[in-house]
């Protein structure tokens, strides 16, 4: 039962342009929803997050969207870096929840090509 | 302020036997969650610890257990190792009661099993 998907297992973006990745989830008990970057050989690391009460957050050359009907999150970077290569992971939170535990999709690799 | 820290980095184990993976938290956390990442998919949440008392469980069979000590380091305890164990296993530490955001994760102990 994957309650967040990640459809595209790898992008590959051109230095300078945008770089969009996306994710769905099935559980409408999400309120809290996360991006995460990962490089190799390092733990995820925090990127950007948004609420559900909000349809979107944006931080420096990163901006998430939500689209709470369609159940639909995007992760917009612009412009893209090379530095920006790695496995990006969207993540949700109910906070009804006890626990604070986060539901990972498989991630995105994303490429930024010179 | 030290970051998360796990040991080993790497370890091979055989089917059937039990292993042991440690977490050290950030400090001032007094919160570890473990995931278990296996390869090509997103972490999946396996359970947190709260001041010492698990605190949530994801779906994960008994003989995967844990601890955390006074200074809220924590350990992850696998009995009777299977093939499918074999993950990138990481912990997460943050401040019960901070916004989830606040989770920082460390590198990971990889976990091979034969």
């Known amino acids: 039962d994957q309650q967040v998907k990640q459809n595209s297992p790898s992008l590959s973006v051109q230095e300078g342009r945008i770089s969009i990745l996306n994710c769905d989830y099935t559980?409408?008990?999400?309120?809290?929803f996360l991006w995460y970057k990962k490089y190799p050989a390092e733990g995820p690391t925090f990127l950007i997050s948004?609420?559900?009460?909000?349809d979107k957050n944006e931080d420096g050359r990163f901006t998430v969207f939500l689209n709470k009907s369609a159940k639909h999150l995007s992760l917009h970077i612009v412009p893209s870096q090379p530095g920006d290569s790695a496995v990006y992971f969207c993540?949700?939170?109910?906070?009804?929840?006890?626990?604070?535990?986060?539901?990972f999709g498989q991630g995105t690799r994303l490429t930024i090509n010179p | 302020e030290t970051g998360v820290t796990q040991s080993p980095t790497h370890l091979i184990k055989t089917r059937g036997q039990q292993v042991t993976l440690r977490c050290s938290s950030q400090?001032?956390?007094?919160?570890v969650s473990w995931y278990q990442q296996a390869l090509g998919q997103g972490p999946q949440f396996i359970f947190q610890?709260?001041?010492?008392?698990?605190?949530g469980r994801g779906n994960f069979p008994p003989r995967f257990s844990g601890l955390q000590f006074p200074n809220y380091s924590s350990e992850l305890n696998v009995n009777a190792l299977e093939l499918d164990d074999s993950a990138l296993y990481l912990c997460a530490s943050h401040s019960g009661g901070t916004s989830i955001n606040e989770q920082f994760f460390g590198p990971g102990t990889r976990l091979t099993v034969l």
């Open positions: 610890y709260y001041r010492e008392e698990e605190n």
């Open positions: 948004i609420s559900s009460i909000k």
């Open positions: 400090s001032g956390h007094n919160t």
């Open positions: 993540a949700a939170s109910d906070s009804l929840q006890g626990a604070q535990k986060l539901v």
């Open positions: 559980n409408s008990m999400f309120d809290y």
